[in-house]
C-alpha cells in the first residue's frame, strides 16, 4: 500500500511568492494532519482535519497560511505571500479511526526554502 | 507545553538492548503514552504506545511504571538503522513533539 504522498519534495521560492504544498492521505483514513519541522521550533501541528472538515486550525501561524482538503485523498497547505521565516519541511500525516487518533502516519514531508 | 522530559542523547552498541527513559509526572489517567521516531531527513514513524499495561510489538517494548509517572522503551536488538530522535508523547488533545532524545547507535 501506497503511505502518504506530499509533492513536492523540494521547493525554493522568492519571498512574497504563493507556494502551494500537496498532500495524499492514505486511502481510508478520514483524519489528515499538517505538521511544520524548523530547527528552532521543532514540530508543529499547523492544522487537522476530520472526515474533510477542518477541526482544530490553531496551530495556523497567521493568516498567510490556509489548508484545505475538498475531498478524502487530497489536501493543500498554501501560503500567500510566502516570507524567509516559513522556510521549514512540511509534513503531511494520516489516521484512521474515529475522533483525535496518536497513531499517525506521516508523508516524507516537503522541504520549503523562501529567499 | 510538552508533558514529558526525555535526555537529549543517549548512545547505544550495536545488537545491544536500548533502554530510552521517559518522564511525565503530571499524566492524566487518561492519558496515553506514545512513542515516535525520526530518522534524518524522514517523516516520524509510530513506535508504540500504552496506557498501564506493558506493551510490545515487533518494534519494540513499552514499560509504564505502576504510577504511570515514567516510561521506557526498549530496543531489543539495536541496529545501526535504529539511529534517530526517539520522541516520547503523553497524548492530550492533540499529538505535541518535544524535543526528543538522539540515539546514536555505534557498531
Known amino acids: 500500500d501506497a503511505g502518504v504522498i506530499q509533492s513536492p519534495r523540494h521547493e525554493v521560492t522568492e519571498m512574497g511568492q504563493e507556494v502551494t504544498l500537496r498532500c495524499k492521505p492514505i486511502?481510508?483514513?478520514?483524519?489528515l494532519f499538517w505538521y511544520r519541522q524548523t530547527m528552532m521550533r521543532g514540530l508543529e501541528l499547523l492544522i487537522y482535519f476530520n472526515n474533510n472538515v477542518p477541526i482544530d486550525d490553531s496551530g495556523m501561524p497567521e493568516d498567510r497560511f490556509s489548508a484545505k482538503m475538498p475531498n478524502a485523498s487530497f489536501s493543500t497547505l498554501k501560503i500567500q505571500p510566502s516570507e524567509p521565516r516559513d522556510s521549514a519541511v512540511y509534513f503531511c500525516a494520516s489516521s484512521s479511526g474515529q475522533g483525535y487518533t496518536g497513531e499517525l502516519f506521516f508523508g516524507e514531508g516537503s522541504r520549503l526554502t523562501v529567499l | 507545553d510538552a508533558k514529558t522530559t526525555q535526555p537529549p542523547s543517549m548512545d547505544c552498541a550495536e545488537g545491544r538492548a536500548a533502554n530510552l527513559p521517559c518522564n511525565h509526572s503530571t499524566i492524566s489517567g487518561n492519558e496515553y503514552v506514545y512513542w515516535y521516531r525520526q530518522i534524518h531527513s524522514q517523516g516520524p514513524q509510530y513506535i508504540i504506545h500504552?496506557?498501564?499495561n506493558n506493551e510490545t510489538n515487533e518494534m519494540a517494548s513499552l514499560i509504564i511504571t505502576e504510577d504511570r509517572k515514567s516510561s521506557t522503551l526498549i530496543l531489543p536488538h539495536a541496529t545501526l538503522r535504529d539511529t534517530a530522535v526517539y520522541y516520547c508523547i503523553v497524548l492530550e488533545h492533540k499529538l505535541s513533539f518535544g524535543a526528543g532524545t538522539t540515539v546514536t547507535v555505534r557498531a
Open positions: 500504552g496506557l498501564k
Open positions: 486511502s481510508g483514513h478520514n483524519s
